[in-house]
């Protein structure tokens, strides 16, 4: 077992810096250290002014999703047992403006997790008085896996078509609006279905599947978009069919 | 400087802030309410969570139940007043929060379904499997997404309340993005900011939670109270620290020792039955349970490992099915993080600091003493967990007081005027203090890493699960030199671009003053009672210390203690018994 491992990590500082670079650090090799450990190994003993979000190290919060070795992933929860004998590199993940060194801009996300309306929608909404909404747990389960995203942005940054159009509303955001539409006691999937089958919404995904790939919490975005493109095509062909009203 | 305005200020995203930030929106909304969170509001510590939430909901339960579990589990040092108040309000919120669409675990029948908990008596804890704080945190921020009053300030980092004229009128903070300081006022302040687990070695608690906002209030003139009560959780996973919920209890596992024995029913918590049985043995409360943890390694039967010792939580007899239903994500950090299957092996285990019962002074409102000043959820002290928390009184307690605190400081706002004239010269004063002390500084010699390191040590050796008069002193006088030291400070980046060594820097600061109100606090309190245990005084003492404890910061920077009454309803002060 090594006893140090190289971490070749990129910087980027846009007060001097034109462009990125690297930098590698020799940090010491521990079976039970992540990636995580090892830069903050360099931030606290090697060099204080490299730049990365983190927080709750236990892989929920989503703040830490970097690229190592060109995989976005979560570093709090990768390894450098899995990368021996390195250089471990790690890089800001992809398709988002670099604000500094690892962390990036995900403004635009966060703009597009409103617009799909994430959020409980009805006609009418029942008093707490009158007690909860009954949602079996065969209902639970039909969204349930939707519902586990941390948006951690690995599926952003895995995705060819968000690299290629920004403008596209992504997997995460997709994925966060089928938990709602699927969840027994929403009734806006309707107007989150216009705002999908636009241009920037769900048509422009060609399947790919990387987003899936990525996800650590196993939510499938991939598949909530299929799911969604099935609803949206049959909406569009009932709407010719009956074009007098068809919900 | 760059001067916003608003009305009232949330400062913390997570489930407290957000909670109030949707009751400013939903009682008065003409009022402009803005949330300022040095993280993305879903990155907030809340998320953390995962046994469950508590409130009654179920025939068999009763509200005088639930506030009995919770004042002898506080030792009798809660507010019984604000104990009823939050069992009263506590199904309503739950309620609100499942109309909202948090995917609570359900019965067949489609009810939601609550399971037992540590230190109580009728099953009342609702959950969401074992990712409750998860769900409950994604649920209220996208539920906020839909308040267009509701404007965010998402990574900023508060460095300063602003007070005049008797009156928190706002804060000064740095937008992480580019290193701008600017001053956002406010008609009412309301700090939801979490506790301080970072001030310790080995905790669960996540790397932002360092009491900013207990510094930030304590600055300003607000006493700490009661922040000599540390939570260790009996149950974190060595090295890590990464907690395995209590709900792997109270669906049934054991504690073992070295020899495979179920060594709590040594220290009076009942005897072990196969099946679970409320309030006693694996069920007791979380501060008995972890010093039964340090008179078990007293007696040499603990096992020991590369990062201490620690004993067995043996999962196994649940079998795959329930473990993946009820606790997934125990398996899951097991998996992950240790490399064991629980469904196969026993889950290594020893206690972790894990929760402040202290925190900002506040009443049954979330008033603070100083005007126009509120907090809410860890940051801020009531009190209904008294000397120690129940299990799954904490995401309650953050719904129920965090609406609490957004009504009140609403109510309050509505009846201001503008800010004082002053505030933009205060707010250049902090903008040339952070220059002076930090951006532009040079020739320190301290770092970062290493006084935190320091800081660490004293407080597991002064703090930790006992205590005493020497230790205590010392550790005392340890953390006066660390302040002195941290005046020497050196920054390796000088860089106004999201610059994470500035905001370690002031984080520190705020957890030496955290440090030094608990070490203070605990020195002073020269009794036992829940989670502060004195060897050299073993014994509750009602006479002298049916307290709170009231750290205020001196001129000089160190605490004070003062103390006020506690008050008691309907539960005279009585005996903590556990298992029969």
Known sequence: ?247 | MDLHTCDVLVVGGGGAGLRAAIAVAETHPTLRVAVISKVYPMRSHTVSAEGGAAAVIKAADSLDEHAYDTISGGDWLCDQDAVEAFVREAPEEMLRLEHWGCPWSREPDGHVAVRPFGGMKIERTWFAADKTGFHLLHTLFQTTLKYDVIERYDEFFVTKLLVDDGRCQGVVVVELATGQVRAITAKAVILCTGGCGKIFPFTTNANIKNGDGMALAYRAGAPLKDMEFVQYHPTGLPFTGILITEAARAEGGWLLNKDGYRYLQDYDLGTPTPKPVLRSMELGPRDRLSQCFVKEQEKGRTLEGPYGHYVHLDIRHLGAKVIDRKIPFVRELCLKYVGIDPVKEMIPVRPVVHYMMGGIHTDIHGATPVAGLYAAGEAACVSINGANRLGSNSLTEILVFGARAGNAAAAFAAEQRGASPSLVAQAHDEQGRLEARFLRKTGGKERIAVLRAEMHQIMEESAGIYRTETVLKEGAGKLKRLQERFQDLSLDDHSYTFNTELTSALELSYMLDGAQAIVQSALERRESRGSHQRTDYPQRDDERFLAHSLAYRAEDGSPRIEYGPVTVTRWPPGKRVYGR
């Open chain 1, 1 to 247: 077992m090594p006893s140090t491992v190289a971490l070749t990590v990129a910087r980027y500082r846009p007060e001097r810096d034109s462009e990125p670079s690297f930098e590698t650090y020799e940090v010491p090799y521990r079976k039970d250290w992540v990636v995580l450990d090892a830069l903050n190994h360099v931030k606290d003993n090697l060099d204080g002014s490299l730049s990365f979000r983190w927080s709750c190290r236990m892989g929920v919060c989503g703040s830490c999703g970097m690229k190592v070795n060109g995989t976005p992933k979560l570093t709090c929860a990768t390894f450098l047992s899995d990368y021996l004998p390195g250089p471990i590199r790690v890089e800001p993940l992809d398709y988002f403006p670099v604000i500094r060194d690892l962390v990036v801009d995900i403004t635009d996300f966060v703009r597009k997790l409103k617009q799909v309306k994430p959020w409980i929608i009805r006609k009418e909404e029942k008093t707490t008085g009158a007690g909860e909404y009954l949602q079996t747990p065969d209902q639970l389960d039909t969204y349930k896996q939707f519902s586990m995203c941390i948006n951690c942005m690995l599926c952003y940054s895995a995705c060819p078509i968000y690299g290629l159009e920004p403008s596209f509303i992504g997997p995460a955001a997709i994925a966060l609006a089928q938990r709602y539409n699927m969840d027994s006691r929403d009734e806006g999937a309707g107007e989150r279905l216009k705002i999908l089958s636009e241009h920037d919404g769900i048509w422009q995904c060609t399947f790919v599947g990387e987003c899936t790939k990525v996800c650590p919490k196993h939510v499938d975005p991939a598949g909530a978009i299929q799911q969604y493109k099935l609803t949206a095509a049959t909406h569009w062909v009932k709407s010719l069919l009956l074009p007098w009203g068809t919900r």
